[in-house]
Protein backbone atom coordinates (compact mmCIF):
# COMPACT_ATOMS: atom_id res chain seq x y z
CA UNK A 1 0.00 0.00 0.00
CA UNK A 2 1.55 3.33 -1.24
CA UNK A 3 0.80 6.73 0.93
CA UNK A 4 1.50 9.80 -0.83
CA UNK A 5 1.22 13.24 0.87
CA UNK A 6 1.29 16.49 -1.44
CA UNK A 7 2.90 19.70 -0.17
CA UNK A 8 3.79 23.31 -1.73
CA UNK A 9 0.76 24.87 -2.62
CA UNK A 10 -0.75 28.13 -1.68
CA UNK A 11 -1.41 31.79 -3.31
CA UNK A 12 0.60 33.09 -5.91
CA UNK A 13 0.12 36.03 -8.44
CA UNK A 14 -0.03 35.40 -12.39
CA UNK A 15 3.41 35.17 -13.58
CA UNK A 16 4.65 33.72 -10.46
CA UNK A 17 6.02 29.74 -9.40
CA UNK A 18 5.66 27.33 -7.22
CA UNK A 19 6.91 24.01 -6.71
CA UNK A 20 4.75 21.51 -5.66
CA UNK A 21 6.23 17.97 -3.52
CA UNK A 22 4.51 14.76 -2.99
CA UNK A 23 6.56 12.23 -0.96
CA UNK A 24 5.86 8.86 -0.70
CA UNK A 25 5.72 5.94 1.65
CA UNK A 26 5.12 1.98 1.40
CA UNK A 27 5.83 -0.04 -1.80
CA UNK A 28 9.11 0.22 -4.25
CA UNK A 29 8.54 3.74 -5.30
CA UNK A 30 10.83 3.67 -8.50
CA UNK A 31 8.47 0.65 -9.77
CA UNK A 32 5.83 3.53 -10.08
CA UNK A 33 4.46 5.39 -13.12
CA UNK A 34 3.75 8.61 -11.44
CA UNK A 35 1.75 11.64 -12.72
CA UNK A 36 0.19 14.81 -11.30
CA UNK A 37 -3.47 16.07 -11.72
CA UNK A 38 -5.81 18.85 -11.09
CA UNK A 39 -9.22 19.22 -10.54
CA UNK A 40 -11.12 23.07 -10.68
CA UNK A 41 -14.54 23.51 -8.72
CA UNK A 42 -17.22 21.64 -11.18
CA UNK A 43 -14.58 20.11 -13.79
CA UNK A 44 -13.03 16.56 -14.44
CA UNK A 45 -10.25 15.50 -12.56
CA UNK A 46 -7.24 16.68 -15.52
CA UNK A 47 -3.96 15.13 -16.20
CA UNK A 48 -1.18 17.69 -16.07
CA UNK A 49 1.52 15.21 -16.45
CA UNK A 50 3.61 12.39 -15.49
CA UNK A 51 7.25 10.32 -15.06
CA UNK A 52 7.96 7.37 -16.56
CA UNK A 53 9.87 4.67 -14.05
CA UNK A 54 13.32 4.53 -13.96
CA UNK A 55 14.25 8.07 -15.51
CA UNK A 56 12.02 7.43 -18.39
CA UNK A 57 10.22 10.04 -20.57
CA UNK A 58 8.57 12.93 -18.99
CA UNK A 59 4.54 13.93 -20.86
CA UNK A 60 2.65 16.97 -20.30
CA UNK A 61 -0.61 18.24 -21.31
CA UNK A 62 -0.86 20.79 -23.98
CA UNK A 63 -2.32 23.27 -21.01
CA UNK A 64 1.03 22.93 -19.40
CA UNK A 65 3.85 22.26 -21.66
CA UNK A 66 6.87 24.15 -21.72
CA UNK A 67 5.45 26.21 -18.35
CA UNK A 68 5.67 22.64 -15.66
CA UNK A 69 8.21 20.51 -14.83
CA UNK A 70 8.05 17.67 -13.51
CA UNK A 71 10.81 15.53 -11.98
CA UNK A 72 11.63 11.93 -9.54
CA UNK A 73 14.19 11.11 -7.06
CA UNK A 74 13.81 7.66 -6.45
CA UNK A 75 16.07 7.79 -3.72
CA UNK A 76 13.42 9.82 -1.38
CA UNK A 77 10.64 8.80 -2.73
CA UNK A 78 9.22 12.59 -4.57
CA UNK A 79 8.19 13.31 -7.20
CA UNK A 80 8.31 17.12 -7.57
CA UNK A 81 5.90 19.61 -10.25
CA UNK A 82 7.96 22.78 -10.83
CA UNK A 83 5.07 25.24 -12.40
CA UNK A 84 6.19 28.26 -13.69
CA UNK A 85 4.67 31.47 -15.22
CA UNK A 86 1.25 30.19 -13.90
CA UNK A 87 -2.24 31.32 -15.21
CA UNK A 88 -5.22 31.88 -13.06
CA UNK A 89 -6.49 29.49 -15.09
CA UNK A 90 -4.00 26.87 -13.20
CA UNK A 91 -5.69 27.43 -9.70
CA UNK A 92 -7.06 23.89 -8.91
CA UNK A 93 -6.54 21.49 -6.48
CA UNK A 94 -3.23 19.17 -7.47
CA UNK A 95 -3.41 15.65 -6.58
CA UNK A 96 0.03 13.38 -7.16
CA UNK A 97 -0.95 9.97 -7.99
CA UNK A 98 0.68 6.10 -8.68
CA UNK A 99 0.23 3.24 -11.03
CA UNK A 100 1.59 -0.01 -11.62
CA UNK A 101 1.03 0.80 -15.36
CA UNK A 102 3.96 1.53 -17.82
CA UNK A 103 1.97 4.28 -19.27
CA UNK A 104 -1.22 5.92 -18.87
CA UNK A 105 -3.15 8.95 -18.82
CA UNK A 106 -6.26 8.18 -17.60
CA UNK A 107 -7.29 8.86 -13.61
CA UNK A 108 -9.15 5.62 -13.43
CA UNK A 109 -5.68 3.90 -13.77
CA UNK A 110 -4.14 5.52 -10.82
CA UNK A 111 -4.21 2.61 -7.84
CA UNK A 112 -2.98 5.52 -5.35
CA UNK A 113 -3.80 8.97 -4.83
CA UNK A 114 -2.79 11.65 -2.64
CA UNK A 115 -5.46 14.11 -0.74
CA UNK A 116 -4.33 17.78 -2.92
CA UNK A 117 -3.02 20.64 -2.31
CA UNK A 118 -4.62 23.94 -3.56
CA UNK A 119 -3.13 25.85 -6.05
CA UNK A 120 -4.77 29.79 -6.26
CA UNK A 121 -3.21 31.66 -9.06
CA UNK A 122 -4.12 35.02 -9.05
CA UNK A 123 -4.49 37.78 -11.86
Known amino acids: QVQLIESGGGWVQAGGSLKLSCVAS????????LAWFRQSPGKEREFVGQKLRSGGTTYYSTSVKGRFAISRDDANSTVYLQMSSLKPEDTAVYFC????????????????WGQGTQVTVSS
Open 97 to 112: AASTAYYTRKPEEYEY
Open 26 to 33: GGTFSTYL
